[in-house]
């Protein structure tokens, strides 16, 4: 027989939200501004502790900044072993007998390997590069490319190429917007991703939600997704797009599928994802096109069919422990990139357990997946895309000296447009406007400062990558290119030190 609980839960609050009453001139901003209904106005401003995640959103907006959020240091005794976290959780599923749901990236203090990782630099006998006054070329291509190009004469006695390339995605920069459905994130976020990849000559990627017909404007800067759900796919979706991306796994929730709960599907997701409204969408753990490596090359070619093979085909797989293998195996049944999702990607919703425990660090498994590609020589057949916590151009920089065509950015552009990483996503009450389709809060984030805050970034990501090869001494982004011999392991063992295949700091060439 159940046993009722006591109404008051047992669980402390987090944070304490600080009004500095003298400074509060009671304009109720910050009530309006709390999607968590942590402020109350009563005869002043009055917060519920314990409804707060901080998101900032109130503090940001107050305009006498008379609020402060401030961890609540006796909420939990310090104690190495029994986190707060860990005591958090098990209050929680003390009172809720759930597993523990949550938003973003892993956040425990795994060694993050990019850190760890040193570029090298010119001096005396080999000269730097002044980007200022140099050309540094940033330009990147997507696609399956051939080991040796063929030319012949054509009727005019003219050199041609007689190779036919395999569909090529030209970048202006090797950074694209990471796989965010519409669904998980709002309709304004996905109108700021596609205008910004316009402008910046980079890529968007629809996630598994399917594509908005306000957003085929910009259809040739978009990826769309195959995945597990199959939402949204149809003829005219797979037309409408640069690549055709299938989905089979990611980074923080590898094997396990996704839920977008009934309530998020409004009238505008029902129509992109081809689902009832109100009802959950329920995207199946296997993917079910798919139960060998020759499922996968009939669907790749499915793809190829349907699209006039003008498209390229990519396959998304998070990094598991034998992801040089699966790659290889997948490279070998057509695709013509392969993306590799890091155990630190992101994620609007997902159980605790499964984002911080399982996968692998992407560095590992981008310098283990371009190795076996080199070895058996079919590296050439496809590019590879690194994603998986990319957070500052230097982790960019850093993955293409291991092997990267490009590298993926989700939080990241996230944070650029306001999100304060509270990890809330799953309950769709994001402040930012972010992670929600509440129409009140989506208002919050228009697209066109969406998209400049994310041009902006990029902006400044290309200037930093073209400092970086200045001070390499090469002026393209193609030399850096799997140039392992240009990083250097600062703190690493001997083991990753050889799956990276990067030496340690001071041993020379
Ligand atoms: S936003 Fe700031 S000034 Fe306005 S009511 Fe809230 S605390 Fe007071
Ligand atoms: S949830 Fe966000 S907006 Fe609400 S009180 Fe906390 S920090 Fe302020």
């Known amino acids: 027989m159940a046993v009722e609980l006591s109404p008051v839960s047992q669980i402390p609050a987090e944070f304490r939200v600080k009004v500095d009453h003298d400074r509060c001139r009671r304009c109720k901003r910050c009530v309006l501004n709390c999607s968590f209904s942590a402020i109350e106005f009563k005869d002043k401003v009055t917060p519920d502790h314990r409804k707060c995640v901080a998101c900032h959103r109130c503090a940001t907006f107050c305009p006498e900044s008379a609020i402060t959020i401030e961890e609540n240091p006796m909420a939990y005794k310090d104690n190495a072993n029994w986190t707060a976290r860990i005591r958090q959780n098990t209050l929680k599923q003390a009172e809720t007998g759930g597993i523990i749901l949550t938003g973003m990236g892993n956040p425990k203090p795994y060694p993050i390997i990019w850190d760890h990782l040193v570029i090298d630099a010119c001096q005396v006998t080999n000269p730097s590069i002044d980007p200022l006054r140099e050309p540094m070329e940033l330009r990147t291509y997507l696609g399956s490319k051939p080991n040796y190009l063929e030319f012949e004469n054509d009727e005019n006695g003219k050199i041609k190429l007689k190779t036919q390339l395999a569909p090529q995605i030209k970048l202006d920069i090797p950074v694209i917007f990471a796989a965010m459905s519409y669904g998980a994130v709002s309709h304004n976020v996905h109108k700021s991703l596609a205008i910004a990849a316009n402008k910046m000559g980079t890529l968007m990627n629809t996630g598994e939600g399917g594509l908005h017909e306000d957003l085929y404007p910009y259809s040739g800067r978009i990826i769309v997704q195959v995945a597990s759900g199959r939402f949204g796919v149809h003829n005219q979706y797979l037309a409408n797009s640069a690549a055709v991306e299938i989905k089979i796994g990611q980074g923080a929730k590898p094997g396990i599928g996704g839920h977008l709960p009934g309530e998020k599907v409004g009238q505008e997701i029902s129509k992109t994802r081809m689902i009832p409204v109100g009802t959950d969408a329920l995207s199946p753990a296997p993917h079910h096109d798919i139960y ?218």
Not at 403 to 421: E, F, K, N
């Open 292 to 509: 060998s490596i020759e499922d996968l090359s009939q669907l790749i070619y499915a793809i190829k069919e349907a699209t006039d093979y003008k498209k390229p085909v990519s396959v998304k797989i998070a990094a598991v422990h034998n992801v040089a293998a699966i790659a290889s195996g997948i490279v070998r049944a057509g695709a013509d990139i392969v993306t590799i999702d890091g155990f630190r990607g992101g994620t609007g919703a997902t159980p605790a357990i499964i984002r911080d425990n399982v996968g692998i660090p992407i560095e590992l498994a981008l310098a283990a997946v371009d190795q076996r590609l080199r070895d058996e020589g079919i590296r050439n057949q496809a590019s590879l895309i690194c994603a998986g916590s990319i957070r500052e151009a230097a982790d960019v920089a850093k993955a293409i000296a291991l092997g990267a065509d490009a590298c993926v950015i989700g939080t990241a552009a996230l944070v650029s447009l306001g999100c304060r990483v509270c990890q809330k996503c799953y309950t769709g009450n994001c402040a930012w406007g972010i992670a929600t389709q509440r129409p009140e809060l989506t208002r919050r984030l228009n697209p066109d400062v969406g998209s400049q805050r994310l041009c902006n970034l990029l902006t400044a990501w290309g200037h930093e990558l073209q400092e970086v090869l200045g001070s390499l001494g090469v002026n393209s982004i193609e030399s850096l290119r799997g140039s392992r011999e240009r990083l250097r392991g600062v703190g690493l063992d001997k083991e990753t030190l050889d799956i990276l295949g990067v030496k340690p700091a001071g041993v020379g060439m």
